[in-house]
């Protein structure tokens, strides 16, 4: 499942932003992650991935970022990491790695609009 935002930042910010949030950020992605763009990497932006703990377990997280005329578009894929009995999460487990994924990226933006007011409130 794919969240999606448009966030009004440089690609830099954001990049930095992700990396504390999640610290374990890899810009290597393994072959197994979901992506949004299959074939390539962002136009003129970057991808990253990591792991998490979210409310259904274990989640495998990729953070595809492409620049915009307005900031950056951001698309972030989640994957429940089911067990190998399972044939696939269900629709509740879904449903939750769906919410999850909307509140990573509101904590993010919250994030970035934070340090552009700080930098702005230093520079005045």
């Given at each position: 499942m794919t969240r999606h935002r448009l966030i009004r930042c440089d690609l830099a910010r954001l990049t930095g932003c992700a990396r504390q949030l999640h610290p374990d950020l890899d810009g290597v992605l393994p072959e197994q992650t979901l992506r949004w763009f299959t074939h390539r990497t962002p136009p003129g932006g970057a991808a990253l991935s990591w792991?998490?703990?979210g409310p259904v377990g274990a989640l495998s997280c990729c953070l595809e970022v492409e620049r915009s005329a307005c900031g950056v578009l951001v698309h972030l894929t989640v994957t429940p990491l089911v067990r190998p009995n399972s044939l696939s999460p269900g629709r509740v487990t879904r449903g939750l790695a769906e919410i999850?994924?909307?509140?990573?990226?509101?904590?993010?933006?919250?994030?970035?609009?934070?340090?552009?007011?700080?930098?702005?409130?230093?520079?005045?």
């Open positions: 792991s998490d703990r999850w994924a909307a509140r990573q990226l509101t904590s993010l933006s919250r994030l970035v609009d934070a340090t552009t007011t700080q930098r702005s409130d230093e520079a005045a």
